[in-house]
């Protein structure tokens, strides 16, 4: 199975702070790798790299088989522009912390807008289509309710709808139930397992360890910038061989 995604030796600094020390991944289409490691892990910043919100400063990503920030032309490789990195950005669809929904938009307008404004999509046919992401995240009662009509899970499950909406060929969650009241996570959670059985290829950063255990194929945890483990999540979550990730999976738990 070729990998969707591979990054090579990524390593990226904001200024003093080495954030990502040589990292080295590489996802097989259909598979979802979980993340897990403590705040200021380097986490976070991967999956920005990955999609483009941060440029690396050593090392390379591929996407989709396609060099992620360059085009080589010969033997040399030249920056994309803005717009071509626009279009390789969307091959993967990113849902944040935060939901980030236009509050003046309602659920299905928030769904809308990207596949219009952006892939120039006919409105009927992206309505059609968000009608049925909408049933699939469980809100299609909630079509016309406006974000501040929405409690947070329902917010997130509409951002995930939204991202899905692109068509990615991959899904980025950066720790999507970490901003969430503990009894609406289990409902964020629902969609995504239900996104991983269907075949979607996931990167989750994540410190619910228990969906980790049920839905990853690999995991990999992360400390001051570096892989420090990765295997099965039976290997990494349950007998882990490092002290450092055994020391936080016991503070997690605790």
Not at 97 to 114: K, P, V
Not at 210 to 235: C, K, L, T, W, Y
Request: charged fraction near 25%; include cysteine; proline fraction near 4%.
């Amino acid at each position: 199975m070729m990998p969707i995604v591979v990054t090579t030796d990524v390593r990226k600094n904001f200024g003093s702070v080495q954030a990502l020390d040589g990292v080295s991944i590489q996802i097989p289409a259909g598979q979802v790798l979980c993340i897990v490691g403590p705040s200021g892990s380097g986490k976070s910043t991967l999956l920005r790299c990955i999609n483009q919100l941060e440029r690396i400063d050593s090392g390379a990503v591929w996407v989709d088989g396609e060099l992620i920030g360059y085009r080589r032309v010969g033997d040399k490789l030249y920056e994309l522009t803005d717009a071509e990195i626009a279009r390789q950005r969307l091959t993967s669809g990113m849902v944040f912390q935060r939901f980030n929904l236009f509050q003046h938009m309602t659920a299905l307008e928030n769904i809308i807008e990207g596949p219009v404004t952006v892939q120039k999509r006919r409105r009927t046919q992206a309505i059609d289509e968000a009608l049925v992401l909408l049933e699939r995240v469980g809100l299609s009662a909630k079509r016309d309710a406006y974000p501040s009509e929405l409690s947070g899970g329902q917010q997130q499950r509409v951002a995930i709808a939204r991202a899905l909406a692109m068509k990615p060929k991959l899904m980025l969650f950066d720790e999507p139930t970490s901003a969430l009241d503990p009894e609406l996570v289990g409902e964020v959670l629902a969609v995504m397992k239900d996104l991983a059985r269907s075949g979607m290829t996931m990167i989750v950063v994540t410190h619910e360890l228990g969906f980790a255990r049920e839905v990853a194929n690999e995991v990999v945890f992360m400390d001051r910038g570096a892989i420090v483990e990765r295997g099965s999540p039976q290997e990494v979550l349950v007998h882990p061989k490092q002290q450092r990730t055994r020391d936080f999976i016991a503070a997690v738990l605790a």
